[in-house]
């Protein structure tokens, strides 16, 4: 994720003509979001390349069987198709081919997914597998986790300690959006306000600051404001802000 904000960053200051044109917008996560697939799995092949007029390039997705699953609004028959795509200067949608995908997930490696079903390519009634779509700009991901670190291997019940997490091991970004997911589903199904209040006190140290809007996640979910609760937790958050801020002028 934060590699993402970089290319922005470059992308507005080189290409000024571009920028004037395209503007993307990516609003801050403030709740939990019941159209997202959330799940681990398998990457057992790839579909044929699919043409669509508002594509770039044609589109090969990854066939993934699920393996542990903490949120799928419909399941599929048998596989899901999960269709990454890349970004392009123009901001325009450009697919990835069954090459690129071989060579950035092999078959037998192991993903975690985030993603919505598909809008360029929709579901055909009685379709076998579910295709579904990780687009550049709307927090959605798909990521190997077979290659990470000790540290960083988790599973859907594990509970992550963000304020142990190094920003010095660029392996994190790669973690970061499915152990959101977790602790987001966790607070939307968590029935008493003192769970709610463990989660988003760990969720003070999130170490990135342009994900969510901690401030209404915060009052979402924390319905009775005992003792200032709310204000507590959302203070807190501000100082480790302007922490990570001063950091990364040094």
């Known amino acids: 994720m934060k590699f993402f904000y970089e290319f922005i960053f470059l992308l507005l200051f080189f290409l ?6 395209c503007s993307l917008s990516i609003p801050r996560i ?15 092949g790839y579909t044929k390349p699919l043409k669509s007029q508002s594509i770039v390039d044609p589109a090969a997705g990854l066939i993934v069987e699920a393996k542990e699953i903490l949120f799928s609004p419909k399941s599929p028959k048998k ?4 269709f990454p795509y890349d970004l ?3 901001c325009s949608t450009i697919g990835k081919g069954r090459q690129e995908l071989s060579e950035e997930f092999p078959v037998n490696s192991k993903v975690r997914v985030i993603a919505v079903e598909s809008f360029y390519f929709p579901n055909q009634i009685n379709q076998e597998n ?4 990780v687009s550049v700009g709307e927090h959605l991901s798909v990521v190997r986790f077979d290659n990470l670190s ?13 304020k142990k997490a ?8 790669d973690v970061l959006d499915f152990e959101l997911r977790k602790d987001l589903h966790r607070l939307e199904f968590s029935l008493r306000d003192d769970d709610r209040q463990k989660i988003l006190e760990r969720l003070v140290f999130y170490p990135s600051i342009y994900d969510i809007d901690f401030e209404m996640l915060v009052k ?10 709310r204000e507590k937790l959302i203070q807190q958050r501000e100082n480790f802000e302007k922490e990570i801020q001063k950091s990364n002028l040094k």
């Open 30 to 44: 403030t709740k939990f979001n019941a159209y997202e697939y959330v799940f681990g799995g398998k990457v057992i």
């Open 16 to 21: 000024p003509s571009v920028a004037y044109c």
């Open 166 to 173: 190094s920003p010095k091991n660029s392996q994190i970004y």
């Open 88 to 90: 392009g200067a123009d």
């Open 150 to 162: 000790t540290e960083l291997k988790t599973s859907v019940q594990s509970i992550f300690d963000y």
């Open 220 to 229: 979402n979910y924390i319905k009775s404001n005992i003792e200032n609760q």
């Open 79 to 82: 596989y899901f198709e999960v």
């Open 130 to 133: 579910l295709r579904l779509e």
